[in-house]
Nanobody
Framework: QVQLEESGGGLVQAGGSLRLSCEASGRSFSSYAMGWFRQAPGKEREFVAAISWSGRDTYYADSVEGRFTISRENAKNTVYLQMNSLKPEDTAVYYC??????????????????WGQGTQVTVSS
């Protein structure tokens, strides 16, 4: 069993920055790929970014490429999402998720096995 706990969400003005953190417990964090997803009201959950077990391989949704950065510290069992140049359309609940393989398999939520409770990010215009 894996427990994931996100933190770092909040209210920020457009153009601002936030850093989300997701701390994992319950199994060997460093062995698995991790991802960030988000869900806005009335919309489906969508892929934001993912990172392989070593941190060497990263993937981003087109909508956040160049603005968001995913990283991980395996010694701290933590994955991060640095979000810069935030836009109102980035407003959503952000979730971290753990895969069951070392490598990022894809961008579908169905490919991830464990999820956190989410943290709200609100970007005002």
């Amino acid at each position: 069993q894996v427990q994931l706990e996100e933190s770092g969400g909040g209210l920020v003005q457009a153009g601002g920055s936030l850093r989300l953190s997701c701390e994992a417990s319950g199994r060997s964090f460093s062995s698995y790929a991790m991802g960030w997803f988000r869900q806005a009201p009335g919309k489906e959950r969508e892929f934001v970014a993912a990172i392989s077990w070593s941190g060497r391989d990263t993937y981003y949704a087109d909508s956040v490429e160049g603005r968001f950065t995913i990283s991980r510290e395996n010694a701290k069992n933590t994955v991060y999402l640095q979000m810069n140049s935030l836009k109102p359309e980035d407003t959503a609940v952000y979730y971290c998720a753990s895969d069951s393989t070392r490598w990022v398999r894809g961008t579908s939520p169905d490919e991830y096995d464990y999820w956190g409770q989410g943290t709200q990010v609100t970007v005002s215009s």
